[in-house]
């Protein structure tokens, strides 16, 4: 009496859930994408979709439980209590405009990169947006993506000092 005798898993509709803190409830949509990825697969990626956000915080932790659903392979199904790693878009920005890291200098307060104009560095001031890992997201900026834009020996540069271009 009072203990569970079964449990009901439905195998073609796998659902994941986990906790998240509550600063970032706001942040959080039923219907955003998101990906799981599993040391069980290694190489795949198994897409994914927000189902539900509880609308009550924890008080204990201080989180939020979330609930997805996965979309794996017809053919192969997922076995019920399958630890993954997610990754959930919380934002997209198509057609953004994307800058290197390597590319971008900081100094007096100002955030920049230069650019290539008839072998000419150019100096081009960049809003800073989202970022990852290897670029930054150049906001209200003069870049297009057919830019060049110059990436070693940026410590010496000057805006209007002559550059020569390496092909590799």
């Not at 989202?130 to 900026?141: C, I, R, W």
């Amino acid at each position: 009496i009072g203990q569970r005798a079964f449990q009901i898993t439905d195998l073609k509709n796998p659902r994941v859930i986990f906790y998240r803190p509550q600063s970032e409830f706001s942040l959080l949509k039923p219907g955003q994408t998101l990906t799981a990825t599993s040391e069980a697969y290694p190489g795949l990626e198994i897409s994914g979709t927000l189902e539900r956000i509880s609308p009550i915080v924890d008080s204990q932790s201080g989180t939020v439980k979330v609930t997805a659903i996965l979309n794996p392979q017809e053919s192969l199904p997922l076995p019920t209590g399958l630890l993954v790693r997610l990754r959930l878009v919380v934002e997209s920005r198509p057609n953004a405009t994307l800058v290197p890291k390597r590319a971008i200098v900081h100094k007096a307060g100002e955030t920049f990169v230069f650019k290539i104009v008839d072998n000419v560095a150019v100096k081009v001031l960049i809003q800073s947006g989202f970022e990852n890992p290897t670029h930054l997201q150049a906001l209200e900026s003069e870049l297009t993506p057919e830019d060049t834009l110059v990436t070693v020996g940026l410590d010496r540069l000057e805006d209007g000092d002559s550059v020569e271009i390496l092909e590799g």
